[in-house]
């Protein structure tokens, strides 16, 4: 079994390289950094126009059609760049939930506005530490009004609609919520260890709540949207951790110590090399995922906990190692290591904890071995 991307998808890679390089440089997660901003604006623009937000989205939606390996593709580069923008909000989680479980009248309405980049979307599903659940759930749902509250949220603070995670009775359902809706629905920020993508704290009262998918399948939804955003996520993960080794190389080679480059010396060889097994074998479990997640395959939960625990954990172990090889200097606000350790740090936990998805692992090998 193959699971290589294509020349196409490679000369995709090559385009989106290239475009990043000239548009993402770390100076823009810098500029969002030091103007708290919640997003690069003028990058996020750059990127609808690229169509990068319309990948999946079927052409009679206002999509380009394209397959989940070029979004793949467009999320590892993106992960490279540590781009300061809403994509993973808005397309791995928004998008794909009203792919994955909207009505046709729902797809007609939200989709071509997602495309386009008229609206972004986010994920509201947890209420707090801990992963949700149907009965730990304190929003809820009556008479089609939603009341309650969601932390953190991605993206909140820019977002125009959510998929949220809320009970009915006593059990959960998937419910679109446009955010726009005065008075009753409030948005405070919420710091996080990096800035540069925006999170914070919806509360509802009597908002509007549209059903999405079938009522009190909430969980099951939820999982199988996770199991497809995971993919994206770790692609994203180990764009990023194969930056960081880039980054920790390149100073290694030029940085002297004693009338040699540090990169000489056996210890930082230590170091570069057990971020490149980390990198490698991460991507080798991304391959996996994106072949599952394309075909829809039935070890999709299994592929997708192994892409994303390898993932959280190369990015972390990549970053982290980036800032030791530079030593004291990659501490310093100066330095661009740590926008690649907060950038790790934090999609560790965007779709639930590595506990969590390690805990997946389990039960999806357990299930697939059975």
């Known amino acids: 079994m193959n699971f290589e ?3 196409e998808q490679n000369l995709l890679r090559e385009q989106a390289q290239g475009f990043l390089k000239d548009n993402s440089p770390p100076a823009a997660a810098r500029r969002v950094l030091d103007s708290g901003a919640d997003y690069d604006e003028g990058l996020w623009q750059k990127i609808v126009d690229m169509g990068w937000t319309a990948t999946v989205i079927p052409e009679e939606y206002g999509g380009l059609g394209l397959s989940y390996l070029e979004l793949c593709v467009i999320a590892e580069e993106l992960g490279r760049a540590v781009a300061p923008v809403p994509f993973s909000s808005s397309v791995y989680l928004a998008t794909e939930a009203i792919l994955m ?3 046709d009248a729902q797809k007609e309405e939200w989709l071509p506005k997602l495309a386009a980049g008229d609206v972004i979307g986010t994920l509201a599903m947890s209420e707090g530490a ?3 659940t149907a009965r730990s759930l304190e929003c809820e749902v009556k ?6 509250t969601k932390i953190p949220v991605p993206d909140a603070g820019i977002a125009s609609v959510a998929v949220v995670l809320a009970k009915s009775g006593k059990r ?3 419910y679109l919520v446009e955010l726009d809706q005065g008075s009753k ?7 996080t260890l990096d800035p540069t993508r925006g999170h914070g704290q919806i509360r ?3 908002a509007k709540a549209e059903l999405l998918g079938k009522a009190g399948k909430g969980m099951d939804l939820l999982d199988a949207l996770l199991d497809r955003a995971a993919v994206l996520f770790a692609w994203e993960q180990v764009g990023g951790a194969q930056a960081a080794l880039e980054q920790a190389k390149e100073y290694a080679m030029g940085r002297y110590a004693f009338g040699r480059p540090i990169a000489s010396y056996q210890a930082i ?3 570069l090399a057990n971020m490149y097994v980390k990198n490698t074998l991460a991507r080798s479990n991304c391959y996996y995922g994106a072949w599952a997640l394309n075909t829809d395959a039935d070890e999709l939960p299994l592929a997708a906990a192994t892409a994303r625990v390898s993932a959280i954990q190369a990015y972390y172990f990549a970053s982290k190692e980036n800032i030791q090889t530079h030593g004291g200097m990659g501490y310093t606000w100066e330095f661009d290591c740590q926008f690649y350790y907060r950038r790790s740090k934090l999609l560790s936990v965007a779709i639930g904890s590595e506990a969590m998805w390690q805990d997946r692992l389990i039960d999806a090998y357990e299930e697939h071995a059975a």
């Open 101 to 103: 479980a909207g009505t």
């Open 185 to 191: 629905t409030a948005f405070k920020p919420v710091n």
């Open 143 to 148: 008479d089609g009004k939603l009341s309650g």
């Open 269 to 271: 060889k230590h170091k």
């Open 204 to 206: 509802f009262k009597n």
């Open 130 to 132: 801990g992963r949700p």
């Open 5 to 7: 991307f294509s020349e």
């Open 172 to 174: 959960a359902s998937l």
